[in-house]
């Protein structure tokens, strides 16, 4: 019988408590428990002197055992958790719309957000006063003004100065002293007035929309070139293109009969006429907006339907949804749009 004393067995908790309160440790140091067999032999390998490497080796493996079984655990009730909201997730999808593998869905829903985020034009708390007396003109104005409809602005008529004010703001010509006039998420005065009114907006104002001493096709012609946009086709075929659209020129003449009416000098022109030239040239840059100013200020009722008729329809380009505003002080005029916008108030 060996009268070798039984050695003291060394609990591997107290152990771990003593390296983490080493004082030799550096400061700010963390601790990470890893249940691997590699580690616990080298650390073990450490201690040979001072416990049974047996029993220490035993003592280990009933520890890792005990923590494989609660990190088992706790993984196992993440991943139920995990489990139970996906599925009330796809429930949910699966309802409202059909599940889009690929993420399309997902991509539509941020594009829709951003699309109703910043509307194709808008004005924010916009408050503009007299340069000269301090009175304000328009104080906390706010609209906005989707894609794809037309709207009829309403203002007092028997305020001018608002009226003027409002177009010059809505076209670019002016800026307010606060708030913000912005088309999509670009407010108007970070644009040259070639980004915005060559490329961005189409205005059709009371005065000098046209030149009376051109035709209705050079009209055009010098509001695209001027434009410095690139076109697939010349500008002169363009040109009659657009008029033709605007029925101007009707589809039943022949190219000489359109070309002799597209050679009329504008100021000969009945109103009609000269109003047709006026949206084609709003629209010839391709904008974003058309903005129009009383566009049926001179002409009878009939007139008066046919283009407002011809406006609404310029929602629906050939290569986007616009967004198509009348000013007016007529509740006529502003009612025959989709939407009205009543300032007088």
Not at 302 to 311: F, K, Q, R, V
Request: net charge negative; with cysteine; glycine share 6%.
């Amino acid at each position: 019988m060996s009268n070798q004393e039984p050695q003291e067995r060394t609990d591997p908790v107290d152990e771990l408590d003593e390296r983490m309160t080493d004082e030799s440790a550096e400061p700010g140091m963390s601790y990470t428990i890893e249940y691997d067999d590699t580690d616990r032999a080298a650390a073990g390998a450490d201690d040979t002197a001072a416990a049974d490497p047996e029993a220490i080796a035993a003592a280990d493996a009933d520890d890792a055992g005990t923590g494989d079984e609660e990190a088992e655990a706790v993984a196992n009730t993440a991943a139920a958790a995990l489990d139970e909201t996906l599925h009330a997730g796809a429930g949910t999808t699966s309802t409202d719309k059909p599940n889009d593998a690929d993420g399309t869905d997902d991509v539509d829903d941020v594009d829709d957000s951003v699309f109703r985020a910043y509307p194709m034009f808008s004005m924010r708390d916009v408050t503009v006063a007299d340069a000269k007396t301090g009175e304000h003109i328009w104080n906390d104005l706010s609209m906005r003004c989707e894609a794809g409809t037309s709207y009829g602005v309403l203002v007092d008529a028997h305020n001018t100065r608002q009226h003027d004010t409002l177009v010059a703001l809505m076209a670019g010509f002016a800026h307010p002293a606060e708030g913000s006039v912005m088309t999509k998420s670009t407010p108007l005065h970070d644009l040259t007035p070639l980004e915005l009114r060559g490329h961005r907006i189409g205005v059709l104002l009371q005065q000098f929309a046209l030149r009376g001493d051109l035709s209705a096709a050079a009209n055009l012609e010098y509001a695209m070139d001027a434009s410095n946009r690139n076109y697939l086709k010349p500008i002169a075929v363009l040109a009659q293109e657009l008029l033709t659209r605007v029925g101007f020129a009707p589809r039943g003449d022949n190219n000489a009969t359109q070309a002799e009416r597209s050679r009329a000098l504008v100021r000969t022109l009945g109103a009609v006429d000269r109003a047709r030239v006026m949206v084609a040239r709003a629209i010839a840059t391709d904008p974003d907006i058309v903005l129009a100013d009383e566009p049926t200020a001179t002409l009878d009722e009939i007139d008066a339907a046919t283009i407002l008729d011809l406006l609404r329809a310029q929602v629906h380009g050939e290569s986007k949804q616009r967004t198509v505003i009348v000013v007016t002080t007529d509740p006529h005029v502003a009612g025959a749009m989709d939407e009205t916008i009543d300032l007088t108030h």
